[in-house]
């Protein structure tokens, strides 16, 4: 089994202090990122917003979760032992399974592949994103 990435927040105090961390960091690379498309001061007022910058920060905190890829029965064997609820895109036809893991929100997502394992990996960390830590940290909901 292989892991890429190292974000796997045990607390939601945890998840909301790396993506509070994050906030300058998506303001710098949303700035530099419109400074190398040139935007002049009018254009880079019209078009980086509040918006723009969270969604930079919600990308840099998705792109660091750890996600575990390995073999069917890897993941099988893995599943057996997680008590808690675990939500499964893709086929239950094919080799191979990429899925993260949630201490803070008790859950898990994963996604099934054959071939495209940095495929796989970049829908769960979506899939994570979107169903385990989103509400949480984009509206301070608590649980």
Known sequence: ?????????????????????LGPTAQAVVREVARAMAFDREEYDE???????ETARQALFAETLAVRVGSRAAFDAWRETYPDDVRVAGSD???R?????????GAAVAATFQNEPDAAVATVRR???????????????AE
């Open 1 to 21: 089994m292989e892991r890429r990435g190292s974000v796997t927040p045990d607390s939601w105090a945890d998840a909301e202090a790396r993506y509070d961390a």
């Open 47 to 53: 078009r980086v917003t509040g918006n723009v910058v």
């Open 93 to 95: 036809n094919v080799d």
């Open 97 to 105: 399974v990429a899925w993260h893991v949630s201490p803070a929100a």
């Open 127 to 141: 899939m994570a994103f979107n169903r385990l830590y989103r509400e949480r940290l984009t509206t301070g909901g």
